[in-house]
Every structure is written in C-alpha cells, then in structure tokens.
C-alpha cells in the first residue's frame, strides 16, 4: 500500500553510529531473493550495452587505481540504470531504501545520481580512499551514498573501506590525477576499516565519509548499485556530474520545484545569483 507512513526507519545504534561514524551498515534490508534477481538485472545491462557496442562499459576503472595495486584490473559500470529496467526504477523508491534515507536527510530525498558496478572476479579494479564531495559539492553537505549489495562482499572482493569519524573534519584537499583521491601514503586503503557485506544490505555513508576499496581478488564478481541521494534544499557549488535522472523525487517532495539543474526554480536561481 502507498503511505506517507515511514515504515522501515533505522534503528536508534544504526542513527547513532552513522552520526559518530559517518556511516551504517544496515543488514538484509532486501531479501536474498531479492538481490539475486537485482543482481541478474544489472548483468544482464551490462551484457546488452556490451552487445550493442555502448562506450565505457568495460575499463580499467579509475586510472588512480594503480594506486592501489599493479595487478590488472577491470570495472563493468554504467550510469542511471533506472532508465535500463524497470526492476531496478522500482527498487530506487522502495521505502526500506527511502524511509531510511530519510532518517538522515529528513523527508524529502531527491536522486542525484544512480551508477552500478560489478567487479569481475580476480580483477575487479579498486579505488584509492577519497570523499565524494570534491566530484560533486553542495551548499549543506547533505549528500549521502546508499551502496547496495546484490552480492556477497567480503574483504577479498574488495568491499568498501571507510575511515570512521572522517566526515566530521569537512572537505579535503584532494589530488585529481586519475580521479579525486587522497594521497594514498597517507590514506592506504588496507589500513581503513573494512565493511564486508552480504548480499542485501545496504551501506549508507555521507559524501563526506572517506571510503574506499580494495581489488576482487575472489573467484566471484562483486555487483552492487550505488545511489547519490541529497535534501532537494541543498544547492550545488557548481553543476557538474549532471545526469539523466537527476532531481527525481525519491521520497516526499521538492520544496524549490526543480526537477533538476537543466530546470531551474526561481529560488535556484536566486541562490546562484546571490552566490554569485
């Protein structure tokens, strides 16, 4: 039934730790059932834009992830899979993803982006620890990540790693070479905490939190489907990683009604211009 009821909040730990922390591992938010059919609909994505020739479906991953590691190294991804099944729309505005989402941006959560992943087996690329902050930077900071696993994600398939407590110090300094990263001298990705998942949980970690992940080294890809989400009142600084799916109302509603940066409100505006 359709309700404006919240009915799956987090728990008082879970506030409490992604409060402290910066982040909250939720356990078995979907059923197993459920992520091995998620995890076919994004395989089989990524098969079909493989077949159709699309661009970038297969690289190295970022270029800074030899960084990480001089192993070889491999990513399968693709931006706003929501526009490429229909399961997978559905799933973005499930409330045990939003009720609890909005446990940490209040009422109104707006999509700013949707990006899969799936590290193939024995050389699924890693990424060097980072903030998602410098990609995309907004007024209020309010931006948070929902990772979910349509897979089991142990250490050794290079589960994320986040540095506890780290996004109460605000936004760093970051290198750009090969994508935003900290040095990795300083920020090693085997010394941060690790957070190995099973296939139905979802991590939830501000865009300020420093993350990030090791190379698969399993015999079994590692498939989960990240989801940007922010309070609709928070600006950006600039307008940059726009895409398609951009300002969709995930949960409640928009208060400045702007569907997105390519429609702008006249509060929007207003605040780019007194920005300005």
């Known amino acids: 039934m359709i309700s ?14 992604y409060a402290e922390h910066g982040y909250a591992l939720v356990k078995a938010v979907f059923s197993k059932d459920e992520a091995a059919y998620f995890r076919k609909e994004v395989h089989d994505i990524a098969q079909r834009l493989l077949a159709n020739q699309a661009d970038d479906v297969v690289n190295q991953g970022w270029s800074s992830g030899a960084k990480v590691t001089d192993l070889p190294r491999e990513l399968l ?16 505005v499930d409330p045990r993803l939003t009720d609890r989402a909005a446990d ?15 590290k193939p087996p024995e050389k699924g690329a ?8 410098p990609y995309f930077p907004h007024e209020n900071h309010s931006m948070i990540a929902a990772i979910i696993h349509f897979d089991d994600a142990p250490i050794e398939k290079g589960c994320v790693r986040v540095v506890p407590g780290s996004h109460r110090a605000g936004m760093r300094e970051h290198l750009s070479d090969g994508g935003h990263h900290l040095p990795p001298e300083e920020f090693p990705v085997a010394d941060a905490m690790p957070c190995p998942a099973e296939a139905g949980d979802v991590l939830f970690f501000s865009y300020l939190t420093i993350h990030g992940s090791g190379l698969n080294t399993s015999q079994e890809a590692r498939t989960t489907l990240l989801v940007q989400m922010r309070d609709p009142e928070d600006l950006p600084l600039v307008e940059t990683h726009v895409s398609r799916g951009q300002g969709h109302m995930l949960r409640g509603v928009d208060p400045l009604a702007n569907s997105g940066p390519s429609v702008p409100s006249p509060v929007r505006l207003k605040a780019v211009t007194d920005r300005v």
């Open 126 to 133: 890693p990424f060097p620890m980072h903030q998602d902050a």
């Open 104 to 118: 940490i941006l209040g009422d109104n959560v707006q999509l700013h982006h949707t990006k899969m992943f799936i």
């Open 77 to 92: 991804h693709c931006h706003n899979v929501q526009f490429h099944s229909s399961a997978l729309a559905r799933l973005l």
């Open 4 to 17: 404006p009821d919240k009915m799956y909040p987090l728990t008082a730990h879970e506030k409490q730790h």
